[in-house]
């Protein structure tokens, strides 16, 4: 599976995003997809997902009610809104694939950088 990641760029304190993640070329059932992130310096965390089976959504409390996780598995596509951002928010933010049966996620997108000015 290719997963392909969009959307980010620069914006200022306060501003909105919406990253885009479409994956191609699946041979496999997904269970869910998910984004991390990664600040300089910092390790990869894990944002928000959304399961394919009763499209449950996710998010962790850090971006609770600023984030908002959706998707179609239809058309193998996640989204992550990011609105109120914070200079905290800056980082590669990387869409995941995880296929049923698997316990962690195997299938990762390019990143795409989200700077988040002050």
């Known amino acids: 599976v290719q997963l392909q990641a969009s959307g980010g760029g620069l914006v200022q304190a306060g501003g909105s995003l919406r990253l885009s993640c479409a994956a191609s070329?699946?041979?496999?059932?997904?269970?869910?997809m998910a984004w991390f992130r990664q600040a300089p310096g910092k390790e990869r965390e894990f944002v928000a997902q959304?399961?394919?089976?009763?499209?449950?959504?996710y998010v962790v409390d850090s971006v609770k009610g600023r984030f908002t996780i959706s998707g179609d598995n239809a058309k193998n596509t996640v989204y992550l809104q990011m609105n109120s951002l914070k200079p905290e928010d800056t980082a590669v933010y990387y869409c995941?694939?995880?296929?049923?049966?698997?316990?962690?996620?195997?299938?990762w997108g390019q990143g795409t950088l989200v700077t988040v000015s002050s």
């Open positions: 070329g699946r041979t496999f059932s997904s269970y869910s």
């Open positions: 959304v399961t394919w089976r009763g499209n449950v959504a």
């Open positions: 995941a694939d995880r296929k049923i049966g698997a316990v962690k996620y195997d299938y």
